[in-house]
């Protein structure tokens, strides 16, 4: 059985399923500082579905497009600069057009605009 897409990973499965190991995964989170997954009691990490994206991400441009640590923290907070919307400095993703096998809107896409603004708000 599978998780849901838009379910939160332990270490353990982020690691499993995208064959990096753990200990890697605990350094890029010293090296990446936008990388911040849930730690609950005992230090236990829960990767949320952006901070899989933000692995998937750093595996992307250290160990296929060559970047080296520093230029890939380069890449990625010119990226996020560039995500940064005019209203208080909200990140502003625009929406993927992804649909699911029954032709509706995927509710990941909701959930993940529902914590942005969830965030933004206790933020605010």
């Not at 499993?16 to 936008?34: A, C, S, T, V």
């Amino acid at each position: 059985m599978t998780k849901d897409s838009g379910a939160f990973r332990t270490i353990g499965e982020l690691s499993k399923e995208l064959n990096i190991k753990p200990h890697i995964l605990r350094y890029w989170e010293d090296q990446f500082g936008m990388l911040q997954p849930l730690k609950r009691a005992g230090s236990r990490r829960h990767y949320r579905p952006e901070d899989v994206e933000m692995v998937k991400t750093i595996n992307r441009l250290l160990n296929e497009e060559g970047y080296t640590i520093k230029g890939a923290r380069k890449s990625l907070s010119s990226r996020d600069k560039s995500l940064v919307g005019a209203s208080h400095g909200v990140p502003v993703v625009p929406m993927a057009a992804s649909v699911n096998d029954d032709g509706g809107v995927m509710v990941n896409e909701l959930k993940n605009i529902r914590d942005r603004l969830s965030s933004a708000l206790s933020q605010a």
